[in-house]
């Protein structure tokens, strides 16, 4: 493997730097939640609406909106060049079709961050929602199903994150050679504490789509927001919330990093 072109490069490190700050503000958001100070268990959407009320917010999302595009980019590469794939394995279809659904994810949300940025984002109930799409998918011929497959895959990507966290080989990932012993496993630790809540969230996520499908009830379906809120809502849920909080947040805090030592390969 050999180091991508320039502009990949920036593309893929604007695009960490921004993804980082998403979850930077859901983490933050659902911490003060759980403390009781007023915050909110919300989605990467609700946390972006957040900028709106601080100056020089539309001009932050706008950044934020090149950076997520810039990620959607890299992930839409490393689907069609697998750059990552270690010599000699066969091709990975799995991880090739996270990529590419990854890269439309982040696509999605650097459109709405866009729409925000100019003020043409659409209200609150606006017809995106997890229960939405979970509606119209359901709707469709064969629809349950769908939706079914869609929790599953939810899910097992939520299982993979959490064995991710203790299994992954995350140095390897980064360049990490102009950082001191101690700080590397700072940054070590706060990767694999990131993957391991985001990992549990999108495992509830996979949950309730499944929930969803199983009862015919479109508002089983639950988006980030929704899993916080539903792990605020068990017993010592408060101190739950809170640990998951700080798990996202210091996943915000990886990503930071990773704009800057991330590894970025072509085939």
């Known amino acids: 493997m050999h ?79 697998d750059p990552e794939r270690p010599a000699g394995n066969d091709t990975r ?41 979970t509606a119209m998918l359901m709707e469709q011929p064969m629809g349950r199903w769908l939706v079914i497959a869609v929790g599953v895959g939810v899910a097992v990507f939520g299982v993979m994150e959490l064995v991710g966290a203790y299994r992954t080989d995350l140095p390897k990932q980064l360049d990490l050679s102009r950082v001191g012993p101690e700080p590397r496993k700072w940054i070590v630790r706060f990767g694999r504490m990131g993957m391991a809540a985001r990992g549990l969230v999108f495992a509830v996520m996979g949950g309730f789509l499944v929930r969803a499908a199983a009862t015919y009830d479109a508002s089983e379906a639950r988006g980030i927001g929704g899993a916080l809120k539903s792990l605020q809502e068990q017993p010592q849920g408060a101190w739950l919330l809170a640990l998951v909080a700080v798990g996202l947040m210091a996943f915000g805090l990886f990503e930071l990093v990773q704009s800057r030592y991330r590894r970025i390969s072509a085939a």
């Open 3 to 81: 180091e991508a072109a320039p502009w990949i490069q920036v593309l893929a490190r604007v695009g960490f730097a921004a993804k980082g700050v998403v979850y930077l503000l859901i983490g933050s958001l659902a911490l003060l939640a759980a403390l009781g100070r007023g915050g909110q268990t919300t989605d990467s959407e609700g946390a972006l609406r957040t900028l709106l009320q601080h100056p020089f917010g539309r001009f932050l999302l706008l950044v934020i909106a090149i950076g997520l595009a810039g990620y959607a980019v890299w992930r839409f590469v490393q689907a069609i060049l």
């Open 93 to 133: 279809v799995v991880k090739r079709a996270a990529y590419a659904i990854s890269g439309a994810v982040h696509a999605a949300l650097a459109l709405q961050a866009a729409r925000l940025a100019f003020g043409v984002g659409r209200a609150r109930g606006g017809g995106s929602g997890p229960q939405d799409w």
